[in-house]
Nanobody
Framework: QVQFVESGGGLVQAGESLRLSCEAS????????IGWFRQAPGKQREVVAT???????NYPSPVKGRFTISKDDAKNTIFLQMNHLKPEDTARYYC?????????WGPGTQVTVSS
């Protein structure tokens, strides 16, 4: 079963950028859709970007135009480029299959955006 390890988070100021990585323990090419999710304290985990096997990406309104998801099938890694970060983007970020979220959750990576 594929497991994920997320990295790349940190403390940044509003307007700055971060690039997150999600390394899978096995092949991601067979996963029909992978998503980046985030969870802020006291809130439900929500999806912020998804990418299909053909590379087609989708984003919810709060991050559209600021976040870009990509993947490297050869390296079994999924990326999330986050630009123009806002304090409301502060959360722990995870990746998983979408929409089922059926694979084990990784440790996540913390993103903190100060105003």
């Amino acid at each position: 079963q594929v497991q994920f390890v997320e990295s790349g988070g940190g403390l940044v100021q509003a307007g700055e950028s971060l690039r997150l990585s999600c390394e899978a323990s096995g092949s991601i090419s067979s996963i029909s859709s992978i998503g980046w999710f985030r969870q802020a304290p006291g809130k439900q985990r929500e999806v912020v970007a998804t990418i299909r096997t053909n590379g087609l990406a989708n984003y919810p309104s709060p991050v559209k135009g600021r976040f870009t998801i990509s993947k490297d099938d050869a390296k079994n890694t999924i990326f999330l480029q986050m630009n123009h970060l806002k304090p409301e983007d502060t959360a722990r970020y995870y990746c998983n299959s979408f929409p089922d979220r059926s694979l084990p959750w990784g440790p996540g990576t913390q993103v903190t955006v100060s105003s």
